[in-house]
């Protein structure tokens, strides 16, 4: 699936359990690939990308336990906001803003140069936090880290239960 989109948008992500690997490109598209464990599950595997204006919302489904795997390509500029409801999620080459949230799962998320951001604010309720570029590694239950700097963007994340891992 894939959509022209422009440079320094928003991009909205509401996205069905399963493990996603989001990365930021040149060119100005939104692509969504996946993948399924289960070949007799992939036709109820869905995506679906709308956009206006300089906002795009993407969206998953599929069947539970089906090992569906996603890789969704954006614009290296980009404002993201992301939910998903359990799973594994690696986002790299993103420049923006980011709010991330989940209820299960790793987070890993290559934020480039701290001094690109405002604020930051990370929490993990039960699991590890690793944030060396600001930093704070600690792991155990409610776990947290607020941070100001003299940046643009704004980091969110917040986790139930998992890693968190901020490089």
Wanted: positive net charge.
């Amino acid at each position: 699936l894939e959509k022209p989109f422009a440079r320094a948008g928003k991009v909205n992500l509401r996205l069905v359990a399963g493990e996603y690997r989001i990365t930021g490109r040149p060119d100005d598209r939104i692509r969504v690939d996946w993948r399924t464990d289960r070949p007799d599950h992939a036709a109820r595997v869905r995506a679906d990308v709308r956009v206006e204006g300089t906002t795009a919302f993407v969206t998953t489904d599929g069947p539970k336990n089906s090992g569906l795997r996603f890789t969704i390509d954006l614009p290296s500029r980009t404002d993201l906001d992301v939910y998903l409801s359990a799973g594994d999620l690696d986002v790299r080459g993103l420049e923006g803003s980011k709010t991330i949230e989940s209820w299960a799962g790793d987070i890993s998320v290559e934020v480039g140069r701290p001094e690109q951001y405002r604020t930051v604010e990370a929490s993990v309720r039960a699991g590890d936090l690793r944030a060396r570029p600001f930093s704070k590694t600690t792991g155990g239950l409610f776990r947290s880290l607020k941070w100001s700097g003299a940046g643009t963007y704004a980091l969110r994340v917040k986790l139930f239960a998992g890693d968190l891992t901020l490089e």
